[in-house]
């Protein structure tokens, strides 16, 4: 018997979730979007990813109503909708996951409390105050020791410093 395509069958959360994040790429462009990647463009570049492919999930999570597509400038820009913002915990717990169990054991990039500065715990939970904080309250921090070798594209080289999740990567002045 020949394996369905979809998961529209199954009466499950899990399988309904999984029809708008699960295809390849997905998670990773949700992932630049908590970074503060606005541009097609710097999505394109940091995503080394097809223009096809990056429309398609964009044009996915927008019909879902995960991002939302903005004018402005002569370049469009997304961002994040509170249905986008709700999946950190997900993207958090598989960041972690990862970490732990899928790495080579090379230190990558972690998060820490914004107030505190302290990084979280697997959990998402700050050891120093006892909270687990939203998106916005979130540093990401680049990798110990030299970031991102070899990457030279503006989002890599802006994430060579912590930067508050959910705000614009854009260059210092």
């Known amino acids: 018997m020949a394996l369905g395509i979809g998961y529209a069958a199954q009466n499950c959360s899990l399988a309904r979730a999984l029809e708008i994040v699960g295809e390849r ?6 992932r630049d979007l908590f970074y503060g990647v606005h541009r097609f463009t710097d999505l394109l570049a940091h995503l080394d ?9 964009l044009n996915t999570l927008t019909e879902a109503g995960l991002v939302r597509r903005q ?4 370049h469009p820009g997304y961002e994040l909708t509170e249905a986008g ?7 958090f717990a598989l960041w972690s996951w990862g970490q732990r169990f899928a790495g080579d054991g090379t230190p990558g990039r972690s998060f820490a409390h ?9 959990t998402g939970r700050c050891p ?4 687990v904080p939203g998106p916005a309250e979130v540093l990401a921090m680049p990798p ?5 070798p070899g990457r030279s ?4 080289v802006l994430l060579r410093r912590p930067h508050r999740l959910l705000t614009p990567l854009v260059p210092e002045s």
């Open 128 to 131: 120093r105050c006892g909270s």
């Open 144 to 148: 110990a020791g030299s970031g991102e």
């Open 71 to 74: 004018e402005g400038d002569g």
């Open 25 to 30: 790429w997905t998670m990773l462009v949700i």
């Open 114 to 122: 914004a107030t505190c500065h302290t990084r979280l715990e697997d």
């Open 49 to 57: 990813i097809s223009r096809a492919v990056l429309t398609d999930r």
């Open 85 to 91: 913002v709700a999946l950190w915990p997900s993207l």
């Open 153 to 156: 594209d503006r989002v890599s």
